[in-house]
């Protein structure tokens, strides 16, 4: 499946963003979809993901409290809301989608199939 995501952009600290993952040609109600990000100089981090059905949703310890995932089966889209933004969130995030069931309370690259172009997020003091 060919993801695309978007949303991202600069946004000062405290601020929010919604990035949207959506797919050409497929339907991503049987994916499980997720979000990792990457600072420059530091390894990639699963984020958040969500299960075909909605019912199983992980995010890291870093983000809980923060952001949310949800889906949005009508518009075939998946997103990312992101409040109280703080500096170590800047980063590229990576929209991620699998056909299987989400990894238990993780999120490993090995785990998605199919990934997004990045789309930059920057949080400013």
């Known amino acids: 499946v060919q993801l695309q995501a978007s949303g991202g952009g600069l946004v000062q600290a405290g601020g929010s963003l919604r990035l949207s993952c959506t797919a050409s040609g497929s339907n991503l109600d049987s994916y499980t979809v997720g979000w990792f990000r990457q600072a420059p100089g530091k390894e990639r981090e699963g984020v958040s993901s969500?299960?075909?059905?909605?019912?199983?949703?992980y995010y890291a310890d870093s983000v809980k409290g923060r952001f949310t995932i949800s889906r949005n089966y009508g518009k075939n889209t998946v997103y990312l809301d992101m409040n109280s933004l703080e500096l170590e969130d800047t980063a590229v995030y990576y929209c991620?989608?699998?056909?299987?069931?989400?990894?238990?309370?993780?999120?490993?690259?090995?785990?998605?199939?199919?990934w997004g172009q990045g789309t930059q997020v920057t949080v400013s003091s």
């Open positions: 969500i299960s075909s059905d909605g019912g199983t949703i």
């Open positions: 991620v989608a699998d056909p299987g069931p989400p990894e238990i309370n993780t999120m490993t690259q090995w785990g998605y199939l199919s």
